[in-house]
């Protein structure tokens, strides 16, 4: 006998035997039941690693069954069977935690790879209930997460409460195929999330495709996404598989999902609730397993009220909401984020231990960071091209952005420097300041003949400091001395 076991709910006689032999040709053991009662009764008697239940059944309906099987198999992953068209229903069935849906009449592809995913599914779940410590939160050691078992959520760095809150749900999310939508802002990490949920979920071998909606033109949208056939458009020269088709089986991850044209977010709409698509001069349809998974640092129930984003797409996407938290919500973090981030950037470059001084510290401390965990890591890794030794210092942190007025250093810090010019001609400047200006470069760089080491001493900078600013500036040499 097979160790994976089957439960189909549904009332109809035809179709469930339909089911039944579909799913008994995979191998798989099936019990059957054509009602709630009946259901409940197998329920208590044996263990099911996937159950079928139809909406509609003659003592109750599948979204509240859906509720009761979390409380008595709740890593029993549950697919409802709903009419055609009836998407509403569905999408209620996986908001009440519903592995998936299946529609009428039940295509047997389909229904193969939904199975499939949620046996997966329902193993790694049981694999990481063994694996994983009685906490649910991955320890810490030295600022860097350790995991516990195949599902750990290790490119998490922190310990405050809104991380250990987010990794309880990416655990939580990876168990299921109900698209999400990750909200939060700019910087948070929505991609870094959505890739977390793929690589603990049971299609972690599969692809991760991501795709930034707002980055591909609205003409070539279309066949990005979907594919083409050769010769379906001038410029085809060959069969194109589209995105969709690159993460058969994984995730797909849409960032930026507010920036969809509408023409596309109607095709995109009617790509996820039929589960399959046609390629762009083809006359076949492809049926289509990917997760979808989906982002944007805009608002969308705004973007639906302004006639932007479509309603049915917005209900179809937003399934699960996931809120990625700002780093001023985990402030707490920073001094790991700090730590981590450094290791990553001085690794292999046998540059010894990076450290910042008490000054650069408390300036980063006191910052709000509008620009979240993204703004950080540029922070840092501008420092550390402008610092001298191994120390990075509060001058060295500079501002934030170029195009910011909000500065990270004290106001005394932040005054710029008086530039002096000597009898001999050379621009100085009383200390090292990467406000000065690209005429001041260039005039000093002019006097020294483009010799950058003495440009630098008479700027008051470093070597390093001056070979950075030049190429953030964008100077280009007219001689090539230094």
Not at 83 to 93: D, Q
Not at 201 to 230: D, Y
Not at 286 to 300: E, F, G, N, P
Not at 405 to 433: M, Y
């Amino acid at each position: 006998m097979s160790s994976v076991t089957a439960l189909v709910i549904e009332d109809e006689a035809d179709i469930r035997k339909l089911l039944s032999m579909a799913i008994n040709r995979m191998g798989i053991d099936c019990h059957v039941a054509a009602n709630l009662e009946e259901a409940r009764h197998l329920l208590a008697d044996a263990r099911y690693q996937v159950c079928l239940t139809d909406m509609k059944l003659p003592d109750g309906n599948g979204v509240d069954f859906v509720r009761y099987i979390q409380s008595v198999q709740p890593d029993l992953p549950v697919a409802v069977v709903s009419a055609h068209g009836n998407m509403e229903a569905a999408v209620e069935a996986m908001k009440n935690g519903a592995f998936d849906f299946v529609s009428k009449p039940v295509d047997i592809h389909l229904l193969r790879k939904l199975i499939t995913t949620a046996i997966a599914t329902h193993a790694t779940a049981a694999n990481d209930a063994r694996t994983q410590p009685h906490s649910s939160v991955p320890a810490t050691h030295g600022g860097t997460p350790i995991t516990h078992g195949r599902a750990g959520t290790h490119a998490l760095v922190g310990d405050s409460p809104p991380i250990q809150n987010l990794r309880k749900m990416i655990l939580k999310l990876a168990r299921s195929n109900a698209p999400v939508w990750i909200t939060g802002e700019s910087g948070t990490g929505k991609e870094l999330i959505a890739r977390l949920i793929h690589t603990n979920s049971a299609r972690a071998a599969a692809p991760f495709v991501p795709i930034n909606c707002g980055a591909i033109p609205s003409e070539l949208m279309e066949s990005e996404l979907f594919g083409h056939k050769k010769g379906s458009f001038t410029g085809a020269m060959q069969d194109h598989d589209g995105l969709f088709l690159q993460a058969e089986g994984g995730t797909l991850f849409l960032d930026e999902v507010a920036e969809l044209p509408l023409h596309m977010q109607v095709k995109l709409l009617r790509v996820i609730q039929e589960k399959s698509l046609r390629r762009v001069g083809d006359t076949q349809e492809q049926i289509t397993d990917v997760r979808i998974l989906s982002a944007s640092h805009k608002d969308l129930s705004a973007e639906v009220e302004a006639g932007r984003f479509r309603h049915d797409l917005y209900y179809r996407l937003n399934v699960i909401t996931l809120t990625a938290p700002s780093l001023a919500s985990r402030a707490s973090d920073l001094p790991q984020l700090i730590r981590h981030f450094l290791n990553n950037m001085t690794n292999g470059t046998h540059q010894a231990s990076i450290t910042l001084d008490d000054a650069a510290r408390t300036a980063l401390n006191q910052y709000a960071f509008p620009g979240n965990v993204r703004e950080l890591e540029n922070i840092l890794e501008r420092a550390l091209a402008m610092t001298e030794g191994n120390t990075i210092r509060v001058e060295d942190l500079g501002p934030l952005n170029i195009t910011s007025t909000n500065h990270l250093l004290p106001d005394d810090l932040q005054k710029t420097h008086r530039h002096d010019s000597p009898s001999n001609g050379a621009v100085h400047t009383q200390s090292p300041n990467r406000d000065i200006n690209k005429e001041t470069i260039v005039a000093t760089l002019e006097h020294t003949r483009w010799n950058r080491k003495q440009a630098a001493e008479q700027l008051g900078m470093t070597y390093r400091q001056l070979r950075y600013r030049i190429q953030q500036l964008g100077i280009i040499s007219s001689d090539k001395s230094d």
